[in-house]
């Protein structure tokens, strides 16, 4: 046993002091305090040494079973789990020890020792209890899977997030779960990685007890005393269980995960759907399959550019972090855009002031704000404190008081400029001006400004509530207090910032453009729209580049396509003239119902998908790779990571590779560049490889 330091703490600190305990005196290890209340209940508060959040690692399990066999000999009344960070209960594992661990006998090592402490707390005889506040996600939620009651102060959050890194539960979560709630619900949990909230979780029966923490004492004291008695289980769950359904259920489940995830690219769904449906008549037997089901998975190259792909997200998030915060954003222009930047500035608790030069215009900003907000099941008394916070403002009086001005009207040098020369003399001395524009150079929308300083770029994707990436756009003139200021309001309001040069297109729609365009010039070759679509979707995008183009609206394509044209010489694309035939007829795509495809509401009618061409796939990923090796090399973007990190949040690039240049470079830099100059033989000059790559080679 680890030789254990017998600190006794005279006095708690005042942190445990608002958690309501009275532990008399505590003993600590590095990530558990533990100790005796006055009615010989043993608490274990985890403290994760050194972090402000707890995450789960062997050393964190090692040490519990060390506090297990310390206090059990005392025979104590019961025992409580609790974390002591205010930030909640457990995040769930610590990640790092996942990326490179591909060695799937170690990674059963440490999971069987996780197994076996879990296992230990679950078969005590006495009471356990996991209190839980905040977040209790991944390991953290097996981990009070594994405690007899779960009481949750009001506003806690579970999940299973594993699913997003290419993993399972791995802790004994598989089984726990789909024994306690319907296993339907838990393997949806698992499935999708969404959270549930308190009342949802009470609902499922996943907790046993939601409160207020000055409850908690008491909830305590009720379930030490066993006067809290697990729910049994309900009709739904009995009938989930019966075996001769399970098939069935099962088949539905890959049917649904199948649409999120093709199973060539992301097994970790499958395998836990097979999990269930093989063994969860046989709890001993599932725990086995699961540890080693998660340990291949680990070993696998999808989880491993997964886990990569949640690095870049904190990658990002970090270059937001140094910058004062917003209180009061105005925005100009109540469009697509406009309207829902500031309804979800509104969401994140900025007071947004919004104008237009037509009113209608942001009443219709306000009604779509208030759907968003329901839409996202946000309480009503929380709608009407976000509504309260987005003030309909016609004659823009806002602008004299925001931190930051957000300019969103149409894609206009002259106009945009018109509207700075009667805005800027009004901001305050202090705000940013910044401008969403897709395509237009910041040094041409700010050298009338009295102060270019404060101008950036904060290009929002659409639709805005769901594309988690801004990019935020430098200029020479650019502040360096502007640019700092304007990635941390990005990250402020729950966004990733990428920091990108004014260039044509930026980064994410100029990689885009050629993926588009390539279709065009499949289009014109007869290939159709959905053989093309189908052949970027078993690459693995999540929108084929027709489609794409469709949502995107035809009209703005071709905007972007001449623009990128004009000022790159790019070689023309075969098949632009067909486009410019359907912008002229009003053909703009998903908006007006008719663009390649015709449109339900916001559902493409697609027919069938053929076979496509062997290339196809290469023809329209990578020009994608090309033009990102080409804004490395005009310093556009200043590091790979944060190209694979905008194409993935902003594109959606395939998540499993790791992000474009993680695919070049699994892949090898000589092969794509070979297949670069094979496709230029076969269809021509547009394909010619970018002189970046020879500096990637060396
Ligand atoms: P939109 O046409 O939907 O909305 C523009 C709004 O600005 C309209 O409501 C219009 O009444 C208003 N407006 C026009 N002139 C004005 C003025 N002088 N003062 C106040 N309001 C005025 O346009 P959108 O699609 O929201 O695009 C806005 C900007 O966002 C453009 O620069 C566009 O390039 C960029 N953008 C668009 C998308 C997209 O997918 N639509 C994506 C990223 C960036």
Redesign the pocket.
């Given at each position: 046993m680890r030789p254990l330091s017998r600190n006794v703490l005279a006095a708690l600190e005042p942190r445990e002091l608002e958690l309501g305990l009275d532990m008399g005196s505590s003993h600590m290890l590095r990530h558990w305090r533990y100790g005796r209340d006055g009615q010989g209940v043993a608490w274990l508060l985890f403290d994760r040494m050194g972090a402000s959040v707890n995450t789960i690692d062997e050393e964190v399990l090692n040490e519990l079973a060390d506090v297990l066999r310390l206090l059990l000999p005392e025979n104590p009344a019961g025992i409580v789990i609790r974390s002591a960070k205010r930030a909640g209960f457990c995040a769930g594992a610590d990640v790092s020890r996942f990326a490179g661990q591909i060695d799937p006998n170690e990674a059963e090592r440490v999971l069987l020792q996780g197994h076996m402490v879990l296992d230990a707390i679950s078969e005590l005889a006495i009471p356990t209890v996991a209190v839980i506040h905040g977040h209790c996600l991944g390991g953290g939620l097996e981990l009070a899977l594994a405690c007899r009651t779960r009481i949750a102060v009001d506003g806690s959050k579970f999940g299973f997030p594993e699913v997003l890194l290419g993993l399972h539960p791995g802790l004994g979560g598989t089984v726990r779960s789909v024994g306690l709630i319907s296993p339907v619900e838990a393997m949806t949990m698992m499935l999708t990685g969404k959270t549930v909230d308190t009342t949802r979780a009470r609902a499922i029966g996943l907790v046993d007890v939601v409160t207020q923490e000055r409850h908690v004492a008491a909830a305590i004291r009720d379930a030490v005393a066993g006067r809290i008695r697990p729910p049994a289980a309900t009709l739904r769950a009995r009938i989930e269980r019966l075996p001769a359904l399970r098939g069935l259920l099962a088949n539905r489940m890959r049917a649904q995960a199948r649409k999120r995830a093709p199973e060539a690219h992301y097994s970790a769904p499958y395998a836990l759907i097979d999990l269930w449906e093989k063994f969860s008549d046989r709890p001993g037997a599932m725990r086995n399959e699961e540890l080693r089901s998660f340990a291949a998975l680990l070993a696998s190259r999808t989880a491993q550019n997964l886990i990569r792909v949640f690095y870049l997200r904190e990658n990002l998030r970090k270059m937001g972090e140094a910058g004062k915060p917003m209180t009061h954003v105005h925005v100009?222009?109540?469009?697509?855009?406009?309207?829902?930047i500031a309804a979800w500035c509104a969401l994140k608790g900025l007071r947004v002031t919004l104008?237009?030069?037509?009113p209608e215009?942001?009443g219709?900003?306000i009604r779509r704000a208030e759907a968003l907000y329901r839409k996202r099941h946000m309480k009503d008394v929380e709608v009407r404190d976000a509504l309260d916070r987005l003030v309909a403002d016609p004659r823009?009086h806002g602008v004299a008081q925001a931190d930051l001005v957000i300019?969103?009207?149409?894609?206009?040098l002259a106009?945009?400029k018109?509207?700075y020369e009667?805005i800027e003399p009004r901001m305050k001395p202090s705000a940013l001006l910044a401008?969403?524009?897709?395509?237009?150079s910041l040094r041409d929308l700010g050298e009338d400004l009295r102060n270019p300083g404060r101008l950036v770029g904060l290009?929002?994707?659409?639709?805005v509530p769901r594309m988690e990436l801004v990019e935020v756009v430098a200029h020479e003139d650019i502040f360096d207090v502007t640019f700092s200021r304007a990635r941390a309001f990005v990250r402020q309001i729950d966004k990733l910032p990428a920091p990108v040069a004014s260039e044509p297109g930026f980064l994410v729609?100029r990689a885009l453009m050629p993926y588009m365009a390539e279709a065009l010039a499949m289009l014109a070759e007869g290939i159709a729209a959905p053989t093309i679509d189908a052949a970027a979707e078993a690459f693995g995008m999540p929108v084929g580049p027709v489609e794409l183009a469709d949502r995107?609206?035809l009209d703005?394509c071709l905007?972007v396509a001449d623009l990128l044209a004009r000022k790159q010489a790019t070689p023309p694309t075969p098949g632009l003239e067909k486009l410019r035939g359907k912008v002229a007829r009003g053909e703009l795509g998903m908006k007006t119902g008719k663009g390649f495809y015709g449109w339900n509401g916001d559902t493409p009618r697609k027919g069938r998908a053929g076979d496509p061409p062997a290339d196809a796939a290469d023809r329209l990923i990578l020009p994608m790779l090309n033009a990102c090796v080409a804004c490395l090399r005009e310093g556009v973007v200043a590091e790979e990571s944060t190209v694979d990190a905008a194409m993935i949040f902003g594109a959606g690039f395939a998540p499993f590779t790791g992000g474009p240049m993680h695919y070049a470079r699994t892949q090898g830099v000589e092969d794509i560049v070979r297949k670069l100059m094979e496709l230029v033989r076969r269809h021509g000059p547009r394909f010619e490889p970018d002189e970046g790559w020879m500096s990637l080679n060396s």
């Amino acid at each position: 046993m680890r030789p254990l330091s017998r600190n006794v703490l005279a006095a708690l600190e005042p942190r445990e002091l608002e958690l309501g305990l009275d532990m008399g005196s505590s003993h600590m290890l590095r990530h558990w305090r533990y100790g005796r209340d006055g009615q010989g209940v043993a608490w274990l508060l985890f403290d994760r040494m050194g972090a402000s959040v707890n995450t789960i690692d062997e050393e964190v399990l090692n040490e519990l079973a060390d506090v297990l066999r310390l206090l059990l000999p005392e025979n104590p009344a019961g025992i409580v789990i609790r974390s002591a960070k205010r930030a909640g209960f457990c995040a769930g594992a610590d990640v790092s020890r996942f990326a490179g661990q591909i060695d799937p006998n170690e990674a059963e090592r440490v999971l069987l020792q996780g197994h076996m402490v879990l296992d230990a707390i679950s078969e005590l005889a006495i009471p356990t209890v996991a209190v839980i506040h905040g977040h209790c996600l991944g390991g953290g939620l097996e981990l009070a899977l594994a405690c007899r009651t779960r009481i949750a102060v009001d506003g806690s959050k579970f999940g299973f997030p594993e699913v997003l890194l290419g993993l399972h539960p791995g802790l004994g979560g598989t089984v726990r779960s789909v024994g306690l709630i319907s296993p339907v619900e838990a393997m949806t949990m698992m499935l999708t990685g969404k959270t549930v909230d308190t009342t949802r979780a009470r609902a499922i029966g996943l907790v046993d007890v939601v409160t207020q923490e000055r409850h908690v004492a008491a909830a305590i004291r009720d379930a030490v005393a066993g006067r809290i008695r697990p729910p049994a289980a309900t009709l739904r769950a009995r009938i989930e269980r019966l075996p001769a359904l399970r098939g069935l259920l099962a088949n539905r489940m890959r049917a649904q995960a199948r649409k999120r995830a093709p199973e060539a690219h992301y097994s970790a769904p499958y395998a836990l759907i097979d999990l269930w449906e093989k063994f969860s008549d046989r709890p001993g037997a599932m725990r086995n399959e699961e540890l080693r089901s998660f340990a291949a998975l680990l070993a696998s190259r999808t989880a491993q550019n997964l886990i990569r792909v949640f690095y870049l997200r904190e990658n990002l998030r970090k270059m937001g972090e140094a910058g004062k915060p917003m209180t009061h954003v105005h925005v100009v222009g109540a469009g697509a855009m406009g309207g829902d930047i500031a309804a979800w500035c509104a969401l994140k608790g900025l007071r947004v002031t919004l104008s237009d030069q037509k009113p209608e215009a942001i009443g219709g900003a306000i009604r779509r704000a208030e759907a968003l907000y329901r839409k996202r099941h946000m309480k009503d008394v929380e709608v009407r404190d976000a509504l309260d916070r987005l003030v309909a403002d016609p004659r823009g009086h806002g602008v004299a008081q925001a931190d930051l001005v957000i300019e969103a009207v149409p894609e206009n040098l002259a106009l945009k400029k018109a509207l700075y020369e009667t805005i800027e003399p009004r901001m305050k001395p202090s705000a940013l001006l910044a401008t969403n524009t897709s395509s237009i150079s910041l040094r041409d929308l700010g050298e009338d400004l009295r102060n270019p300083g404060r101008l950036v770029g904060l290009h929002f994707f659409n639709p805005v509530p769901r594309m988690e990436l801004v990019e935020v756009v430098a200029h020479e003139d650019i502040f360096d207090v502007t640019f700092s200021r304007a990635r941390a309001f990005v990250r402020q309001i729950d966004k990733l910032p990428a920091p990108v040069a004014s260039e044509p297109g930026f980064l994410v729609n100029r990689a885009l453009m050629p993926y588009m365009a390539e279709a065009l010039a499949m289009l014109a070759e007869g290939i159709a729209a959905p053989t093309i679509d189908a052949a970027a979707e078993a690459f693995g995008m999540p929108v084929g580049p027709v489609e794409l183009a469709d949502r995107v609206g035809l009209d703005i394509c071709l905007a972007v396509a001449d623009l990128l044209a004009r000022k790159q010489a790019t070689p023309p694309t075969p098949g632009l003239e067909k486009l410019r035939g359907k912008v002229a007829r009003g053909e703009l795509g998903m908006k007006t119902g008719k663009g390649f495809y015709g449109w339900n509401g916001d559902t493409p009618r697609k027919g069938r998908a053929g076979d496509p061409p062997a290339d196809a796939a290469d023809r329209l990923i990578l020009p994608m790779l090309n033009a990102c090796v080409a804004c490395l090399r005009e310093g556009v973007v200043a590091e790979e990571s944060t190209v694979d990190a905008a194409m993935i949040f902003g594109a959606g690039f395939a998540p499993f590779t790791g992000g474009p240049m993680h695919y070049a470079r699994t892949q090898g830099v000589e092969d794509i560049v070979r297949k670069l100059m094979e496709l230029v033989r076969r269809h021509g000059p547009r394909f010619e490889p970018d002189e970046g790559w020879m500096s990637l080679n060396s």
